[in-house]
């Protein structure tokens, strides 16, 4: 599986949009990208995933670039329930691994 | 749906101690995983199971580590005799392999504690 690099944290206003990248340069072309995220203490949370098309949900939209090499989350009004680990995965589409790396800190604030 | 269901939720044991940590995967989903999570080497998938069979224990720390899925609603991921490095938060997670939406499901996780 390709790897992915993510900057280790971000801030973020509340109401404003949280805009998280997430570089994966050595993707293939049956290699999908998949966020999630883990809130304290809790489990790790599917938000959304996409192969090259840009793709959106009622929690975040997934822009991914031409080249496929890096790609954007975006949670449109982040709220403080949103401060979490964001993690940015790579996955073939013929495994079932997924293999989480460091992620993104996420501090929303007041 | 009440999602994936682990027990205990905490534990705490002694060194040489047995460990028993349960999961029951979410109803219809045919793929279990199990997951440790520790400061130092974060959340690392030990093994997966599809219709019950193991399909990557890879990640199994060693011997004293043994997982078993009876049926499609149970698994259970033993400890024996545990160490206190296997103190971490271990996450069960399922899913529906085989469709166009594969997302895994995980569980609030089971904090152990291995004095």
């Known amino acids: 599986d390709a790897k992915t690099t993510q900057p280790p944290s971000m801030d973020c206003a509340e109401g404003r949009a949280a805009n998280l990248p997430c570089n994966h340069s050595t993707i293939s072309g049956n290699e999908y990208v998949y966020w999630y995220r883990q809130i304290h203490s809790q489990g790790p949370q599917y938000i959304i995933h996409g192969l090259k098309n840009n793709e959106t949900n009622e929690m975040a939209s997934l822009i991914i670039t031409e080249d496929r090499k890096s790609s954007t989350l975006i949670l449109p009004h982040a709220t403080l329930r949103d401060t979490a680990v964001y993690y940015c995965?790579?996955?073939?589409?013929?495994?079932?691994?997924?293999?989480f790396g460091t992620g993104t800190r996420l501090q929303v604030f007041p | 749906d009440a999602g994936v269901i682990q027990s205990p939720r905490h534990e705490v044991t002694e060194m040489g101690q047995e460990v028993t940590l349960r999961c029951k995967p979410i109803?219809?989903?045919?793929?279990l995983f199990w997951y440790r999570q520790t400061m130092m080497r974060g959340l690392e998938l030990l093994i997966y199971f599809n219709n019950n069979v193991p399909i990557d224990d890879s990640g199994m720390p060693e011997d004293r580590f043994s997982a078993k899925m009876p049926n499609a609603s149970f698994s259970t991921l033993k400890i024996q005799p545990s160490e206190p490095r296997d103190s971490a938060v271990y996450f069960c997670a399922s899913n529906l392999a085989g469709t166009t939406k594969e997302t895994q499901y995980f569980g609030p996780g089971t904090r152990l504690l291995v004095l």
């Open positions: 109803s219809g989903h045919n793929s």
């Open positions: 995965i790579v996955r073939a589409y013929n495994t079932d691994k997924l293999i």
